[in-house]
């Protein structure tokens, strides 16, 4: 089923409105005219009536007096009466009506008729009295007035019909489109006010702190995607508060651990040389136990050290200057780092193109990739296994995307989110501190990089960090810019 979009529906509307005014107001100007026909008709049966009633009146005279003007008269309006007569059976002939009433212009003319001949046969006012036709004129006359009256009548009888037939199509059309704009108004709040209201308070929402996505189904149109663009905007903004209050926790966390391991280095310090001094001195043979305890605290002291020393680097602010380097070297160096890291039976194998220059602080850079493959290493448990580093460029092509994937044990869903914190490490504490993920991170922000992850229980993870490529100034002359960043 095909779904139209928010302007072909305003235009649908619009049409259909259109379409339904065209042929109200067309139906309007046919009963107008028939209203028209019917009021010049009532007038013309009314000045016919206004005529008969004046034969009538100067016949009454004529037969009192015996006068030639009365005659006259009467003559004159019959006259008049034949001019006006035809018109009225015009009209009458377009519409159903008594047969009597289309006798008018034959009585007409027979009342001619009769009244001349009366005139020829009575020449005084004694003959006229006396005279049979007299009564046969005076029946003709009143057949007249009898005729008009009652066209009078018919036609006021048809006009009323209209009316009362006008005003019940006239309230059918006001209830038709007083539901046409019920329907409209509906479709139009369904369609786009509920939505924007929707759209309204999910905003709302999203500025009291609330991230909830909207219920979006798959129809197209304009409104719901804007609703999709919503809730994505929705879901960038929830990633990016964890990713402040990520930034917020580590920086935090290392005040903390800078004040903290400045107050322990300095035991530790004299804890291992007070040990060392002891080891040189005992006679190992004669005390093995305390040779082997002093041993014990020599090791956990240097575990110690390193703790410190990670929690230093950690918290401590740097100048990172960044500089052209291509990843093949960069991730060559990392493999002769770790090489006597692999595993028996696990694979470490590289895919990174030639033409692919990060700008970047390759010392740091090298820190924090070296840390990504030790973890990918050390989540293999149990061999065959293999660490894959891959890189490719973003379709934007201004920034580079490395891929560090591991066929390990995986990383249970509620400890993705811990993932880069300080001290977080499912690992035992001969193998991991909790740092290097945390330093990693913070090596790549720095950078104005980024790093996330993917896993999934018992079927590895992957990790992607993308850092910014190297981009060659555009003119040789161009002073190059500052690239140094200081860390925060």
Do not use: W
Request: charged content about 25%.
């Amino acid at each position: 089923m095909f779904s139209l979009n928010l302007r072909q529906k305003m235009i649908g509307f619009f049409c259909l409105h259109l379409f339904c005014y065209t042929i109200i107001v067309l139906t309007f100007l046919e009963d107008f005219d028939i209203f028209t026909d019917d009021v010049a008709l009532l007038i013309h049966a009314g000045n016919l009536s206004n005529i008969c009633l004046e034969i009538r009146r100067y016949e009454k005279n004529y037969f009192i007096g015996h006068s030639n003007d009365d005659f006259a008269k009467v003559l004159e309006y019959i006259d008049k009466a034949q001019h006006f007569a035809p018109r009225v059976m015009d009209d009458l002939q377009t519409m159903s009506q008594p047969a009597h009433l289309q006798d008018i212009s034959a009585t007409l003319f027979q009342y001619k008729k009769n009244f001349l001949e009366l005139k020829e046969q009575c020449s005084s006012a004694t003959e006229l009295a006396a005279c049979p036709l007299r009564e046969k004129v005076r029946g003709l006359g009143q057949e007249l007035v009898n005729i008009s009256e009652d066209l009078i009548l018919f036609e006021q009888q048809k006009m009323n019909s209209f009316i009362v037939a006008f005003k019940s199509r006239l309230t059918k059309t006001i209830s038709f489109l007083v539901l046409l704009l019920i329907f409209t108004i509906t479709i139009l709040y369904i369609s786009i006010i509920r939505p924007l209201k929707k759209l309204e308070k999910a905003a709302t929402a999203v500025a009291d702190g609330t991230f909830s996505p909207l219920p979006v189904d798959k129809k197209k149109g304009e409104v719901h995607s804007v609703m999709r663009a919503f809730n994505k905007m929705v879901a960038d903004l929830e990633e990016q508060q964890k990713r402040l209050f990520q930034a917020e926790k580590l920086s935090s966390i290392g005040t903390l651990a800078s004040g903290t391991a400045h107050q322990i280095n300095n035991p530790l310090n004299n804890i291992a040389t007070s040990c060392q001094l002891a080891l040189a001195e005992i006679d190992r043979q004669q005390d093995p136990f305390v040779a082997r305890m002093l041993e014990t605290i020599n090791q956990e002291t240097d575990r110690a050290g390193k703790i410190v020393r990670g929690l230093l680097e950690f918290s401590r602010e740097q100048t990172f200057t960044l500089e052209p380097c291509a990843l093949t070297a960069l991730v060559d160096k990392v493999k002769q780092l770790v090489a006597s890291e692999v595993p028996a039976g696990v694979e470490l194998c590289t895919t990174i193109p030639e033409d692919i220059i990060l700008q970047i602080n390759v010392h740091k850079t090298t820190e924090a990739l070296l840390n990504l493959t030790i973890n990918a290493l050390q989540a293999i448990s149990e061999a065959p296994g293999l660490v894959a580093i891959e890189a490719e460029k973003d379709a934007s092509r201004t920034n580079a995307v490395i891929t560090i994937s591991d066929t390990g044990r995986g990383i249970d869903k509620e400890n993705l989110q811990k993932l880069f914190d300080p001290f977080f490490t499912t690992k035992n504490a001969e193998k991991g501190t909790g740092l290097g993920l945390a330093v990693a991170y913070g090596i790549i922000k720095k950078q104005k990089g980024s790093i996330r992850v993917e896993s999934e229980k018992g079927k590895g993870s992957r990790f992607f960090v993308t850092l910014p490529l190297h981009r060659p100034p555009e003119k040789r002359d161009a002073p190059r810019p500052d690239t140094t960043i200081q860390e925060q």
